[in-house]
């Protein structure tokens, strides 16, 4: 189960460079769980592209060395994938000079909400981290030429939340998905949609990726993508009878056979995911904003005690 074996809080930052095709890295940082995400390099010929960072400045100044053993200039672009701190709070280690990019309604969450984290879990060393937001953002699609390789950055959504964003090396078939797809770990759409993160999912599958580099958990390929869309339609399935039924989604939670999902790494991602799921039922729009502060307590009340956080 992933989230469990990182570093603790304040330990080194454990990490690893996958190379996932020609000139293309993943930044896995092992354990995936809450705010230990994955990050990816793509190395151009005139300058070297981040797909987001990480969330405290050990784990950004890690991946700053990872990088410039592949290309000692600095990175000249970032793409964040969306607005949740833990894939952009590094971006302060490289922006300037780097240019941060990303989707036009990622900037002002970023703003607003990208720093909630460090709230939720106040004993992290999160580091001197000031805010490093996109100069450039985009609606739909953005086309990066690097090249050796065409980077298409894609906006897909509300899902994980309302600014996801993949970037798609279509010549090599290696897809960064950020958080729409962390493989062995449960997806979270508290933020986005469950009818959108299904449209989402099933655009991905559409690509048929070669290689995956989720938003947190191990490199894959296309099965993790597979194995989403699986979860996301019992998800369905299960917010539609339980809401029938009258119970609530922690009530649901509590009895729901997991099946298949049983060994992923945050299971309490669960409840958040039946509230959303009951708020679009109620017909809530697709990434309409949620208190996460009515939502936590219940995930903890599943997990049993605070949320371990490995960042
Ligand atoms: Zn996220």
């Not at 354990?31 to 050990?58: E, P």
Request: hydrophobic share 45%.
């Amino acid at each position: 189960m992933g989230g469990g074996d990182g570093p603790g809080p304040g330990g080194p930052p454990v990490t690893a460079l996958v190379e996932v095709g020609t000139s293309a890295y993943a930044f896995v940082q092992p354990g995936g769980g809450w705010c230990v995400n994955n990050a990816g390099v793509v190395v151009g010929d005139r300058r070297t592209l981040l797909v987001d960072t990480a969330a405290t400045k050990a784990r950004a100044l890690a991946l700053r060395d990872a990088v410039a053993a592949l290309d000692p200039r600095p990175p000249g672009l970032i793409v964040t994938t969306h607005h949740h701190g833990d894939h952009h709070l590094g971006n302060a280690v490289f922006a300037p000079p780097a240019t941060v990019v990303a989707h036009d309604a990622a900037r002002p969450e970023m703003a607003a909400r990208g720093t909630a984290l460090r709230h939720v879990w106040p004993d992290v060393d999160w580091g001197d981290l000031p805010p490093a937001l996109p100069a450039v953002t985009f609606t739909d699609r953005l086309t990066i030429r690097l090249g050796r390789c065409t980077v298409q950055l894609r906006h897909l959504g509300p899902a994980h939340t309302t600014n996801d964003v993949v970037a798609w090396l279509p010549e090599q078939r290696v897809l960064y998905a950020g958080d729409l797809v962390l493989p062995e770990h449960t997806p979270f759409i508290l933020m986005g949609s469950l009818p959108g993160s299904i449209a989402a999912t099933e655009a991905l599958l559409e690509l048929e990726p070669a290689v995956v580099v989720g938003g947190h958990g191990p490199v894959a390929g296309a099965e993790a993508v597979a194995a989403t869309l699986r979860y996301l339609r019992w998800l369905d399935a299960l917010a539609r009878a339980g809401r029938a039924a009258g119970a609530t989604p922690l009530e649901v939670a509590r009895c729901a056979d997991l099946g298949e999902f049983a060994a992923w790494g945050e299971p309490e991602r669960l409840v958040a995911n039946l509230h959303r799921a009951y708020a679009e039922l109620a017909g809530a729009a697709p990434g309409a904003y949620l208190p996460s502060a009515a939502v936590f307590p219940d995930m903890e009340a599943y997990h049993g005690g605070p949320l371990p956080c490995h960042a």
